[in-house]
C-alpha cells in the first residue's frame, strides 16, 4: 500500500527562523511530489517536483526532491506569523490518486 | 474565476439521518475527488471520477457511503445511514485530466453526526 509519512508532527519557531519540514514516500510507479499550505479552510496548492535535484522557489518557500532517497524537502526562511499552517506533502502514483502525509503542523511565534 | 464549490458549508445530523453533500467544479476540469480529513487518519481519498466515470472507490468506508457524478458540473456524496464516527471534513478537489496537474480543493464541509 502507497504511504507518505512526514516529519516532525508539529514545530513551533519564532519569526525570523528557518524551518525545514520533511516527506519521505512509498508510492508505486511514482510520477510526482507535492505541497500544499492549509490554513483554516482548503488546503492550497505550493509545488509538484518531478525530478530530482532540481529546486522549486517560491518567495521564502523552496521545495526539492530526492528519488534515490523517497523524500522531499520544503524549507521556508525569514519565517512570518502569517505561515503558521499544517503542510501536506501528497505522492502520486501511475494514476491521478494523491495519497497525502499526516501533515506537519507548523506554529510561527511573533 | 469561481473556484470548487462545495454545500453545505456545515452540516449537523443525527445518526441514521441521510446526508448528502454537494459539489460543483471548476469549469473544465474533467477530474473529480472527493476526500474526507480527520485528525486521526489526515486526508484520506474516498474516490474519484474521470469525465464522470468513477474511476477509483476504493477509499469509499462502507456500502454506507455512495458517491455519483451525473454531468461535468456536479457531484454528490451520499451517506446513508450517517454514524458519529462520519463525523469529518469533507473536502471536493478537481483538476484538468492528465495526471501531472495540482489538484484544486473547494472549502469542505464539516459534518458532525451526533
Known amino acids: 500500500e502507497d504511504k507518505v509519512v512526514q516529519s516532525p508532527l508539529s514545530l513551533v519557531v519564532h519569526e525570523g527562523d528557518t524551518v525545514t519540514l520533511n516527506c519521505s514516500y512509498e508510492v508505486t510507479n511514482f510520477r510526482s511530489l507535492l505541497w500544499y499550505k492549509q490554513e483554516k479552510k482548503a488546503p492550497t496548492f505550493l509545488f509538484m517536483l518531478?525530478?530530482?535535484?532540481i529546486e522549486k522557489k517560491s518567495g521564502r518557500l523552496s521545495s526539492i526532491l530526492d528519488k534515490k532517497e523517497l523524500s522531499s524537502i520544503l524549507n521556508i526562511t525569514a519565517t512570518q506569523t502569517g505561515d503558521s499552517a499544517i503542510y501536506l506533502c501528497?505522492?502520486?502514483?501511475?494514476?491521478?490518486?494523491?495519497?497525502f502525509g499526516k501533515g506537519t503542523k507548523l506554529t510561527v511565534n511573533p | 474565476d469561481a473556484g470548487v464549490i462545495q454545500s453545505p458549508r456545515h452540516e449537523v445530523t443525527e445518526m441514521g439521518q441521510e446526508v448528502t453533500l454537494r459539489c460543483k467544479p471548476i469549469?473544465?476540469?474533467?477530474?473529480l475527488f472527493w476526500y474526507r480529513q480527520t485528525m486521526m487518519r489526515g486526508l484520506e481519498l474516498l474516490i474519484y471520477?474521470?469525465?464522470?466515470?468513477?474511476?477509483?472507490d476504493s477509499g469509499m468506508p462502507e456500502d454506507r457511503f455512495s458517491a455519483k457524478m451525473p454531468n461535468a458540473s456536479f457531484s454528490t456524496l451520499k451517506i446513508q445511514p450517517s454514524e458519529p464516527r462520519d463525523s469529518a471534513v469533507y473536502f471536493c478537489?478537481?483538476?484538468?485530466?492528465?495526471?501531472?496537474?495540482?489538484?484544486?480543493f473547494g472549502p469542505g464541509t464539516r459534518l458532525t453526526v451526533t
Open positions: 518531478t525530478s530530482s535535484g
Open positions: 469549469s473544465g476540469h474533467n477530474s
Open positions: 478537489a478537481s483538476s484538468l485530466e492528465g495526471g501531472l496537474v495540482e489538484q484544486y
Open positions: 501528497a505522492g502520486q502514483g501511475g494514476s491521478e490518486k494523491l495519497v
Open positions: 471520477f474521470n469525465n464522470n466515470v468513477p474511476i477509483d
